[in-house]
């Protein structure tokens, strides 16, 4: 079992910049893949960034390509998005997950995160 907790959400204008950081408790963080997905109101949570446990591999949504980095601390069971070039559609709330390291299909899948947290708000301001 693995507890996460997601902060450095807030409100931002558009071609601001946020970090988020989540700080994950219980079993061996560096154990764990993490991803970061979003889920704006009305629709389905979705893909935003994926890493493996050793930060070997690295995956993003193509809409979030080249504006957001995700990077991970393992003496400090934290995982990090840095969220560049922010724009009103990425507008959201963020959460982030951990799993075990498996195929890019499930890593950018909810299905392959079986710990969340309870998400951080963004919002992006015109």
């Known amino acids: 079992q693995v507890q996460l907790v997601e902060s450095g959400g807030g409100l931002v204008q558009a071609g601001g910049s946020l970090r988020l950081s989540c700080a994950a408790s219980?079993?061996?963080?560096?154990?764990?893949?993490m991803g970061w997905f979003r889920q704006a109101p009305g629709k389905a949570r979705e893909f935003v960034s994926a890493?493996?446990?050793?930060?070997?591999?690295?995956y993003y949504e193509d809409c979030v390509k080249g504006r957001f980095t995700i990077s991970r601390d393992n003496t400090k069971n934290t995982v990090f998005l840095q969220m560049n070039s922010l724009r009103p559609e990425d507008t959201a709330v963020y959460y982030c997950?951990?799993?075990?390291?498996?195929?890019?299909?499930?890593?950018?899948?909810?299905?392959?995160?079986?710990?969340w947290g309870p998400g951080t708000q963004v919002t992006v301001s015109s």
């Open positions: 890493i493996t446990s050793n930060s070997g591999r690295t």
């Open positions: 997950a951990a799993g075990v390291d498996q195929s890019m299909v499930l890593l950018t899948s909810t299905m392959g995160y079986p710990y």
């Open positions: 219980g079993r061996t963080f560096n154990g764990y893949a």
